[in-house]
């Protein structure tokens, strides 16, 4: 309400003479008269009044019934200012409602509102006006009535539903109600909170019960149909069913119905409780199998059945008589009852079937032992599973076996051949290598702590006679009764420790065959006999244990085994016996040590540099990057040997390796406390000790320069061959203490003196100014071109190699030294444009499609796009663009000819292709210097520029005859 209110303005007409209300214009007296009286005794409160644009509401009479509305006399309610009494926040919304604009449509208004009385009660009133046009006016008819006691029952009944929603939420539970129509279609009216958690599905709506019915398991289709039928019938019902959800969560529902007639005529109400009884049912099937199988089947054998570590089964050979241990669904995810069905082919790989099949019918036909090993996937996921399974005859049953998961064992051994295979043959995947130990050692620990779990939790199957136990010869079953008397002894603990059943069957354990120290030693802690008796004492009180021994056999040999011990109950829970099931793991011992050995050989590799003997690359930087730590007295040396390809070339790679062997050698002979390592190809890094100052790290470096060109190197025809290097040099100094600090220093200097004529020590300071004046976008430059050259996995030096060939051959043509500069340059960035490109052009070994071709001349324009957003650049852009245009005009990406094209891009487009002939590519072998010439030379005016070919000559004449 605003304070314009026009409850509080006079009414004209308000009052007859005699002080009695008047009616309405046109309105009967009588009519009036009976609507106050019949709400004289009620919280309603009739006015009438005008709406004009001008002066708004204004009420034209007003009948009784106010008072009530705001709790007191009919004095205090016309004394009250409903402006200021009414909440705050209904003020707006009230004088909205009574605005001109809305009654002027015609259409009756309603509104609620709170309004504050003179007893200070808050109370909701709902205000109905009812406009109509009349003589050129608008009137308005109204009624106030005080709907507290509605407002606040609607609250309670959103909180009780609140409240109830909050507990459903909480629970496992779903409530929802239906409604069966007189038409007989059943639709939804309410579900609760848990909608998604139980069934899975998303908002319901009003095909929801023919979502949910897809949910319900196909088997519990019928039964759920007939409960609904029950509903439409007027029964109340409980019933229980599965639903499969959309990520494959098997759950078992309770559902229970309550049914009552309908608000409606002919309709009927349905109230249900939905709740998850998984777990329920879980645990009274478990209950229900136990006492079934408690019932049925004796204490004794059946304990020691229980605790065999694998699936055992028996078959009479006509399959009228088939028994598998329920261990055969936990390696299979098969259910005994399908077995029993479909028998174990059902799970079988297809590559594996016609084999194992025909094995099995021999073993039946026959009598020939079943044994196989094979593949299978999984019943209930599909994952792909390895067994053992070992089968043969035994009198009066007919065929008896046993089922292993090996599994994880051949995956152990399959991983253990790969890391040997990877070690002798990959080397130069010691990295991936080392990863791959990591791994093998995990899966290693995790199989043995699964096998160890299994061997203590797993339940056994309980329906196997003696003779079962007494076949078995994969594991040692042993069981003593409470005395410690031995009553299984099976072929199994015969082959592991070497005496026959007859030799210690009811014979106490102590006395019965040679003990390991282990338990000698336990027997002594625990002040009892040795022998079996170490193992009762651990396990009487219950539960069960797993772990390695080493058994002596009567021959005095030592054997490792896994060994569970478990106690065995009676019904009434009352110890009776011992079990202990031992497996011999002296395989699985060699295979870790064998894995042991292969990882520190691996080791070995992924440190060291095969040809040399010396650290390689990456195991050199840690090293490095500790003494860095200390900071002080510290220095880099960066030697690359000189004119290493021509050796190469000259004598083979055996004559250079006998070279890089030699220079190793002779680094190390030097100064033996420093770390000398290969860098990579002919290149080697030495970490300098104790080089305090200049002078100092100078002279360690000379000394390893003069130490490699004192004498020539002998190659293994007798022939003397005279090597040299050179070397760049770094040392620790402020603001350069990072390895790739002093190795970037060092590297510069090392390029400074292969410019400068080889065999000499060049130091990056000293060197500066007659580097490029800018020595920051050298770097930056030389940055872009080693990033290029990884991007396109060739070699970190192509892009060096054609920096260099084309500043030569711009010396060559008698350019200016900004010529020279903006050639070197362009050499280092041409190909920056393929740092965009994606992986598998630049990695396709065979020829490009006319898709992948567009995709690869495109680095020409992406480069140009990369190069104009960074500084110092700009000298640069015309090369990148254009350095793959042709003499003829036949290139791209502007189709440019002869001079058009920019000098420098005609330049480093022949030291490209000149670089790229003689270096090894993945699709290619390298040319050798001549034939690489010769190409050129006949591409020399349709793709070369003939005067660039003619300069790219003189330049290699040049580096030859230095």
């Known amino acids: 309400m605003s304070v314009d209110d026009p409850h509080q303005r006079p009414e004209r007409d308000e009052l007859t003479a005699s002080g009695g209300p008047t009616g309405p214009p046109g309105a009967d007296a009588w009519v009036v008269r009976t609507l106050e009286a019949t709400t004289a005794e009620r919280a309603v409160f009739l006015f009438h009044g005008e709406v004009d644009a001008e002066n ?178 007027g029964k109340s019902v409980t019933a229980e069913y599965r639903v499969v959800r959309d990520d494959g969560d098997v759950r078992v529902l309770r559902d229970t119905t309550f049914v009552s007639p309908g608000v409606e005529e002919g309709t009927i109400a349905i109230v249900g409780v939905l709740e998850d009884v998984t777990a329920e049912r879980a645990t009274l099937d478990a209950l229900a199998a136990a006492e079934s199988a408690a019932n049925e089947r ?25 028994q598998i241990s329920r261990h055969w669904q936990e390696m299979t995810g098969q259910d005994v009852d399908d077995w029993f069905v479909r028998g174990f082919t059902a799970v079988l790989h297809d590559d594996d079937r016609a084999r194992v099949v025909a ?36 009198a009066g049953i007919g065929f ?183 497996v011999d793991i002296s395989e699985r011992k060699a295979r870790d040590a064998a894995l042991v050995d292969a990882a520190a050989e691996m080791k070995r590799i992924a440190t060291t540099d095969a040809l040399t003997g010396l650290v390689n690359r990456r195991h050199a930087a840690e090293l490095m990057r500790a003494v860095l730590a200390d900071g002080e007295g510290v220095g880099i040396a960066m030697l690359d040997v000189d004119r290493f390809k021509r050796v190469n070339d000259t004598y083979g790679h055996a004559g250079g390796d006998a070279v890089l062997v030699e220079v190793a050698q002779r680094l190390r002979d030097v100064r033996a406390t420093d770390l000398v390592a290969r860098w990579g190809g002919e290149e080697f890094c030495v970490l300098l000790r104790d080089v305090t100052d200049d002078e100092s790290l100078l002279i360690a470096a000379e000394r390893l320069r003069a130490a490699i060109a004192v004498t020539p190197v002998v190659l293994q025809d007798g022939s003397p061959l005279p090597v040299t290097v050179s070397i760049g040099i770094s040392r620790v ?47 930056l430059v030389e940055a ?66 006319d898709e992948e071709r567009v995709l690869m001349e495109s680095h020409t324009t992406i480069g140009h796009a990369l190069a104009q957003r960074i500084p110092g650049l700009e000298e640069t852009l015309s090369v990148i663009l254009h350095h793959h245009e042709r003499f003829d005009g036949g290139g791209y990406p502007a189709g440019l000819a002869g001079e058009q094209i920019p000098i420098e891009a005609r330049v480093v487009a022949v030291a490209d292709a000149y670089a790229t002939m003689t270096s090894e590519r993945r699709y290619r072998r390298s040319l050798e210097h001549d034939e690489a010439l010769a190409e050129i030379d006949g591409l020399a005016g349709a793709q070369f520029d003939p005067q660039v070919v003619a300069a790219l000559h003189q330049a290699l004449d040049r580096r030859l005859a230095r």
């Open 733 to 779: 100094e402020a603001g350069n203490e990072r390895l790739e600090d002093l190795v970037d220093h060092a590297d510069r200097g090392l390029y400074s003196a292969k410019r400068r004529g080889r065999n000499q020590v060049r130091k990056v300071c000293a060197a500066a100014d007659e580097e490029a004046a800018d020595t920051d976008l050298l770097r």
């Open 298 to 322: 004796g204490s004794y054998l059946a304990a020691i059945v229980e605790s065999i570590p694998t699936a055992v089964w028996s078959y009479d050979g006509d399959g009228q008589e088939v």
């Open 56 to 233: 708004g509401f204004v009420i034209l009479h007003r009948g009784p019934g106010r008072d009530r509305l705001i709790g007191g006399t009919a004095e205090g309610a016309l004394a009250i200012d409903w402006a200021v009494a009414m909440h705050p926040n209904d003020r707006s919304i009230h004088a909205e409602a009574e605005s001109f604009e809305r009654l002027s449509r015609g259409a009756p208004v309603e509104v609620e509102f709170r309004l504050v009385g003179v007893d200070g009660v808050t109370r909701w009133l709902n205000e109905r006006l009812v406009p109509r046009f009349e003589d050129g006016r608008w009137l308005v008819d109204a009624v106030v009535v005080d709907v507290s006691a509605q407002h606040a029952a609607r609250v309670e009944a959103i909180t009780a539903r609140d409240h109830l929603e909050n507990v459903l939420r909480a629970s496992s539970m779903l409530a929802w109600s239906a409604v069966i129509g007189v038409d007989n279609v059943l639709r939804p009216a309410y579900f609760g909170p848990g909608f998604r958690k139980l069934l899975g599905l998303d908002r319901p709506s009003e095909d929801i019960f023919a979502a949910w019915r897809e949910q319900v398991h196909p088997d519990d289709r019928p039964g759920w149909d007939a409960m609904l039928k029950d509903n439409a019938a």
């Open 400 to 582: 008896v076996g046993m089922t292993e998961d090996v599994t994880e064992r051949i995956r152990h051994e399959e991983a253990l051949a790969t890391a040997k295979r990877y070690a002798d043959e990959r080397a130069d995947e010691v990295g991936e290598l080392l990863a791959q130990t990591s791994t093998l050692q995990a899966i290693a620990e995790q199989a043995q702590l699964e096998a160890e779990d299994r061997a203590a939790d797993l339940q056994r199957e309980r329906d196997f006679t003696a003779a079962v136990l007494a076949a078995s010869t994969d594991y040692a079953i042993i069981s003593t009764d409470r005395e410690g008397m031995i009553k299984v002894f099976n072929t199994g603990a015969e082959l592991l420790l070497g005496c026959t059943s007859a030799e210690v069957v009811d014979v106490t354990t102590s006395a019965s065959f040679h003990l390991a120290s282990e338990v000698v030693e336990r027997a002594a802690e625990l002040g009892i006999e040795p022998g079996f008796g170490v193992f009762v004492h651990a396990i009487m009180e219950g539960g069960a244990e797993t772990r390695e021994w080493t058994f002596v056999r009567t021959d005095g040999s030592h054997v490792p085994v896994s060994l569970t011990e478990t106690a065995m109950f009676d019904e009434t829970g009352t110890p009776i016996g011992f079990l202990g099931i031992a």
């Open 784 to 849: 872009i071109g080693l990033a290029t050259s990884i991007r396109e996995r060739t070699s970190a030096l192509h892009c060096r190699q054609v920096a260099s060939l084309a500043a030569d051959m711009a010396v060559a043509l008698g350019f200016p030294a900004a010529t020279v500069q903006r050639c070197t340059m362009g050499g280092w960035v041409h190909d920056v444009g393929k740092l965009a490109l994606p992986d598998r052009i630049l990695a396709k070994r065979g020829p490009l499609d």
């Open 359 to 394: 094995a099995w019918e021999r073993m039946v036909r026959d009598g020939e032992p079943f044994v196989e090993t094979y593949r299978i996937h999984r019943a209930d996921t599909g994952a792909e599973a390895v067994l053992h399974e070992r089968g043969h005859a035994v």
